[in-house]
């Protein structure tokens, strides 16, 4: 069962679509997927779908402003982390809210920038989050917004008509790994070995940074997994899930 939502939260809308398994007679654990910078949630929707195979409930949405083509309010020039975090934060209490959820296994997922707010928001909410799931986590963000000569793949490259000063000075505030070891819990990174937007390194610090944390590496995978690595991903999110 797929279910379009709408709930207002104090500074704006959010859109999304909440997957249920059909059998409504019990409560499910739940994965929120956050989409990366200049996507939407038509990204996260195959992770979404294979989930529900597994009979695991998940909710895909739209952060406001987040990027081309989203449907919650707001406006990309406005969106920053702190806003996505903000998006986030009143999503879970959304989820939280649903009579057909198990809040005691709420799990983050999240692609790129996606995954770097879903380690922020850990880092808050550890005690109602029961694992992260994180593809190829924008961490070089930090760096990205410090640099004068912007290498190729520098985030800003993504939308420069919209990812000036607001958005650089609030990256330039979080200090990185202070910020997101925090969460205590089962961190799993995913993360492509030619991964040229973010690179793997980044990957390697973060999981040396966290107290739990399991690295998965794809030898030939970029920064957008293909459809066969997405598979092996929520094969493994399943298996964490529903042990």
Same mark, same amino acid.
């Given at each position: 069962?797929?279910? +379009?939502?709408?709930?207002?939260?104090?500074?704006?809308?959010?859109?999304?679509?909440?997957y249920l398994?059909?059998?409504?007679?019990? /409560?499910? $654990?739940?994965?929120?997927?956050?989409?990366?910078?200049?996507?939407? =949630?038509?990204?996260? +929707?195959?992770?979404?779908?294979?989930?529900?195979?597994?009979?695991?409930?998940?909710?895909?949405?739209?952060?406001?402003?987040?990027?081309?083509?989203?449907?919650?309010?707001?406006?990309?020039?406005?969106?920053?982390?702190?806003?996505?975090?903000?998006?986030?934060?009143?999503? &879970?209490?959304?989820? *939280?809210?649903?009579?057909?959820?198990?809040?005691?296994? &709420? !799990?983050?997922?999240? =692609?790129?920038?996606?995954?770097?707010?879903?380690?922020?928001?850990?880092? +808050?909410?550890?005690?109602?989050?029961?694992?992260?799931?994180?593809?190829?986590?924008?961490?070089?963000?930090?760096?990205?917004?410090?640099?004068?000569? *912007?290498?190729?793949?520098?985030?800003?490259?993504? %939308? $420069?008509? =919209? /990812?000036?000063?607001? !958005?650089?000075?609030?990256? *330039?505030?979080?200090?990185?790994?202070?910020?997101i070891t925090?969460?205590?819990?089962?961190? !799993?990174?995913? =993360?492509? *070995? %030619?991964?040229?937007?973010?690179?793997?390194?980044?990957? !390697?610090?973060?999981?040396?940074?966290?107290?739990?944390? +399991?690295?998965?590496?794809?030898?030939?995978?970029?920064?957008?997994?293909?459809?066969?690595?997405?598979?092996?991903?929520?094969?493994?999110?399943?298996?964490? &899930?529903?042990?």
């Open positions: 069962m797929i279910e +379009k939502i709408k709930f207002k939260m104090s500074c704006g809308e959010i859109y999304g679509f909440l398994p059909d059998n409504i007679t019990c /409560t499910f $654990p739940i994965v929120i997927l956050s989409h990366g910078l200049s996507l939407n =949630h038509t990204y996260m +929707k195959p992770y979404a779908e294979k989930l529900l195979k597994y009979n695991i409930a998940s909710f895909i949405f739209d952060f406001r402003g987040g990027g081309y083509g989203c449907l919650s309010s707001g406006k990309i020039s406005d969106m920053t982390l702190n806003s996505e975090v903000r998006d986030l934060m009143s999503v &879970i209490d959304f989820i *939280k809210s649903l009579k057909s959820i198990d809040n005691d296994r &709420i !799990y983050l997922a999240g =692609h790129s920038q996606g995954g770097f707010v879903s380690s922020l928001v850990g880092a +808050k909410r550890v005690s109602e989050i029961r694992a992260l799931f994180l593809f190829a986590p924008a961490y070089v963000i930090c760096d990205d917004v410090r640099e004068t000569t *912007k290498r190729e793949k520098n985030v800003l490259n993504l %939308m $420069p008509e =919209h /990812t000036k000063d607001t !958005y650089i000075k609030c990256a *330039k505030n979080v200090n990185l790994y202070n910020d925090d969460y205590n819990k089962c961190v !799993y990174i995913f =993360h492509g *070995k %030619m991964d040229s937007r973010v690179p793997i390194s980044y990957a !390697y610090e973060a999981c040396k940074a966290y107290d739990n944390c +399991k690295l998965i590496v794809f030898d030939n995978e970029e920064h957008r997994f293909s459809d066969k690595t997405k598979d092996v991903v929520v094969k493994k999110m399943s298996e964490v &899930i529903l042990k």
